[in-house]
T-cell receptor, first 110, second 118 residues
Framework: GEDVEQSLFLSVREGDSSVINCTYT??????LYWYKQEPGAGLQLLTY?????DMKQDQRLTVLLNKKDKHLSLRIADTQTGDSAIYFC??????????FGQGTTLQVKP | EAGVAQSPRYKIIEKRQSVAFWCNPI?????LYWYQQILGQGPKLLIQ????????DSQLPKDRFSAERLKGVDSTLKIQPAKLEDSAVYLC????????????????FGPGTRLTVL
């Protein structure tokens, strides 16, 4: 099936770490992605992870992948007010098609 | 490098009217996607082109939606006639590589067209 699930809302204080979680269903997905969407804007690719990897770090972003449980997480260290946005995880099909979750709204309080 | 361009940015129509959206992908990008994003949901793929051929249109409601990509560059998406449930943001994206190329498929998104059907 094609189903990607995310929690809908996360609120953190500026300077704290944020962890956004995602579960997916298709174990054949080669790459898994995290996109960011700011109000009135299109989606921006933040990072991706190859399905054979467990972890990927990119500056303040850390992606963890548990392939056995089909669980993906995005950790943002030292969260800033500019990180407030909707975050989407997505799995890819071999055609290039992306299946998106419903998005997690991250609210960062000063 | 110029990003993906879309127009119009906003459109308000009445049900049963027709509407068309336009997308200009990043120069040199072979693959073009149209997604529908209903409020509070993630984007859902409507149609995917590689050059001017259709790769996937399984989720396109073909009784009312049509899309074309003439000359493998710009694309238009049309809805005729529109229904209330078509109210959404229509996102166009493009990627350099196509299916089967290997490696991550980085898709670049335009700002979207927000459609309201009254």
């Amino acid at each position: 099936g094609e189903d990607v699930e995310q929690s809908l809302f996360l609120s953190v204080r500026e300077g704290d770490s944020s962890v956004i979680n995602c579960t997916y269903t298709d174990s054949s997905s080669t790459y898994l992605y995290w996109y960011k969407q700011e109000p009135g804007a299109g989606l921006q690719l933040l990072t991706y992870i190859f399905s054979n990897m467990d972890m990927k770090q990119d500056q303040r972003l850390t992606v963890l992948l548990n392939k056995k449980d089909k669980h993906l997480s995005l950790r943002i260290a030292d969260t800033q007010t500019g990180d407030s946005a909707i975050y989407f995880c997505a799995e890819s099909k071999n055609t290039g098609k992306l299946i998106f979750g419903q998005g997690t709204t991250l609210q960062v309080k000063p | 490098e110029a990003g993906v361009a879309q127009s119009p940015r906003y459109k308000i129509i009445e049900k049963r009217q027709s509407v068309a959206f336009w997308c200009n992908p990043i120069s040199g990008h072979a693959t073009l996607y149209w997604y529908q994003q209903i409020l509070g949901q993630g984007p859902k793929l409507l149609i995917q082109f590689q050059n001017n051929g259709v790769v996937d249109d399984s989720q396109l409601p073909k009784d009312r939606f049509s899309a074309e990509r003439l000359k493998g560059v710009d694309s238009t998406l049309k809805i005729q006639p529109a229904k209330l449930e078509d109210s959404a943001v229509y996102l166009c994206a493009s990627s350099l590589v196509g299916p089967g190329a290997g490696g991550p498929n980085e898709q670049f998104f335009g700002p979207g067209t927000r459609l309201t059907v009254l």
